[in-house]
Each structure stands twice: as structure tokens, then as C-alpha cells.
């Protein structure tokens, strides 16, 4: 299986703070590589996809980049509905995979 | 605009099977990988299969010895069995529909999930 390991596991940022997680993946998966929010007692969101596409509607501020097995998200200004967790998902191969999650929280 | 719906019982007893349907609305079942995604509470997510519009699955082989997916095409919906359920099968249960459209695939549609819970 490949192994996908997001770092830091939590944070605590501020409206407006540029937030930056990151993802490694244990062996390449070339851009297979997603992004998903949840918040509370909903389900995961498509966030990007492809390492680096904005999936329909989401903000621009959202964005994402890929550098050989490793891969981040950043949101350039953290707006209150940006307060989250968020993970990342290859599927490059089966079984499909996810990082542990990065929870965002007020600071 | 796509729609998944999860159903079934909530409680399950341990050593029983958990049985759920994911009803799609909106959208054909063809083209597409149907998924079945589960949450343990506070923890992360675990894949835990799919199925394609022809019948072909593709299981967590960390799972596989117990979960058969299966599809029916005629109600638009696929289903999950789980059987020998442990409290540790206790999880939020979301199905979701994954897409690649010439593009490395992704879950862009999913359910609101169902909790089920084993308990005695």
C-alpha cells in the first residue's frame, strides 16, 4: 500500500494567515494526488484534484503543488469558513489511500 | 446536480453482517467507480472499495475477506456487505462516486454518510 503521510497533523492560524500542509507519499504517484475538506459531521469536499486543479467552485485561494513525492495544499488568506481538516488521497494505485489529516483551528 | 443517499440499519450486532445501500440520483451509473468510504469516530478515512457499472470490484485487502460490493443498475444503487462486524467496524459510512474523465480520478460526489454502530 502506499503510504501517505500529511504534516502537521493540527494547527492553530488566524483570518488572513497563509496556511500550508503538506503531503508525502511513500513511493511516486506522479499527480494522483487529492485534496479534500470536511468539517464536522459532514462529508469530505473536493477541494483539487490532479495534484494542482481547482475542483468547480472552490475559491481560489485554495491551491496546490506538487514537488516529486511530495505534495501541498496552501490557502493564501484563511477566511472563517476555511476553519477545518483536511486531507489528501492518492489514487495512484489500489487500495486507494489517505494522509491522517490536518485539523485548522482558531487560534 | 448528483446526488448519493446512504441507508440501512444503524446498529449492528457483533458477528452480524452490515448491509447498506447507496442510492445515486441525478447522474448515470455508468462511467464511473462506485465507492465505499468508512470513518471510525475522531479518526481518519479508510477506502474500503469500489465497484464500476459492469460489476468489477476492486476491495481494502485489509478488508476483503469479509466486504463484497455489488451493483444494480436497475434501482441505481450499490450496495455494501460486511460480515463478522467487531466493535471496531463502528464508523461513519460514506459511499461516493470517483471519476477520472481523462484526469487522475477523484471522490466528487459523496454522501451525507450513516453512523453505524456494533453494539450487543
Known amino acids: 500500500d502506499i503510504q501517505m503521510t500529511q504534516s502537521p497533523s493540527s494547527l492553530s492560524a488566524s483570518v488572513g494567515d497563509r496556511v500550508t500542509i503538506t503531503c508525502r507519499a511513500s513511493q511516486s504517484i506522479s499527480t494522483y494526488l487529492n485534496w479534500y475538506q470536511q468539517k464536522p459531521g459532514k462529508a469530505p469536499k473536493l477541494l483539487i484534484y490532479?495534484?494542482?486543479t481547482l475542483q468547480t467552485v472552490v475559491p481560489s485561494r485554495f491551491s496546490g503543488s506538487r514537488s516529486g513525492t511530495d505534495f501541498t495544499l496552501t490557502i493564501s488568506s484563511l477566511q472563517p469558513e476555511d476553519f477545518a481538516t483536511y486531507y489528501c488521497?492518492?489514487?495512484?494505485?489500489?487500495?486507494?489511500?489517505f494522509g491522517q489529516g490536518t485539523k485548522v483551528d482558531i487560534k | 446536480q448528483v446526488q448519493l443517499q446512504e441507508s440501512g440499519p444503524g446498529l449492528v450486532k457483533p458477528s452480524e453482517t452490515l448491509s447498506l445501500a447507496c442510492t445515486v440520483s441525478g447522474g448515470p451509473l455508468s462511467s464511473y467507480y462506485w465507492s465505499w468510504i468508512r470513518q471510525s469516530p475522531g479518526k481518519g478515512l479508510e477506502w474500503i472499495g469500489f465497484i464500476n457499472y459492469s460489476g468489477g470490484t476492486t476491495y481494502n485487502p485489509s478488508l476483503k475477506s469479509r466486504v463484497t460490493i455489488s451493483i444494480d443498475t436497475s434501482k441505481n444503487q450499490f450496495s455494501l456487505k460486511m460480515t463478522s462486524v467487531t466493535a471496531a467496524d463502528t464508523a461513519v459510512y460514506y459511499c461516493a462516486r470517483e471519476w477520472g474523465g481523462g484526469s487522475p480520478s477523484r471522490l466528487d460526489y459523496w454522501g451525507q454518510g450513516i453512523l453505524v454502530t456494533v453494539t450487543a
Open positions: 490532479d495534484a494542482s
Open positions: 488521497q492518492q489514487t495512484y494505485s489500489t487500495p486507494r489511500t
